[in-house]
């Protein structure tokens, strides 16, 4: 399988404990897209009791698709890192900043 290398932001520490990609709270997708226009919840979030066992896979930002938030550059996050936290029962990104 080809594998393409990128860099991209770290999800330092995701709180959304109940989605199967996280582990110990940490997210091990390959990468996450945050949002929609205007609202920075974790697209990726999946609820379930099993969770992955893929420790070695650490998540980065894939995509962004806020684009009311500062660190959205073309679609893609600028921040240095985010956390992932609950808001109401979802999964949203933390590091969301209004432009």
Do not use: W
Request: aromatic letters at 6%; hydrophobic letters at 35%.
């Amino acid at each position: 399988m080809d594998k393409i290398m990128i860099e991209m932001p770290p999800v330092k520490n995701c709180m959304a404990n109940e989605c199967v990609y996280n582990a110990n709270s940490c997210c091990h997708a390959r990468a996450i897209t945050i949002g929609d226009t205007t609202h920075p919840a974790c697209d990726t979030f999946q609820a379930g009791q099993q969770h992955t066992h893929k420790m070695e896979i650490m998540a980065g930002i894939g995509a962004c698709k806020t684009s009311i938030c500062k660190f959205n550059d073309d679609f893609e996050c600028s921040a240095d890192s985010v956390q992932v936290g609950l808001v109401h029962s979802e999964a949203n990104c933390m590091t969301f900043a209004m432009r």
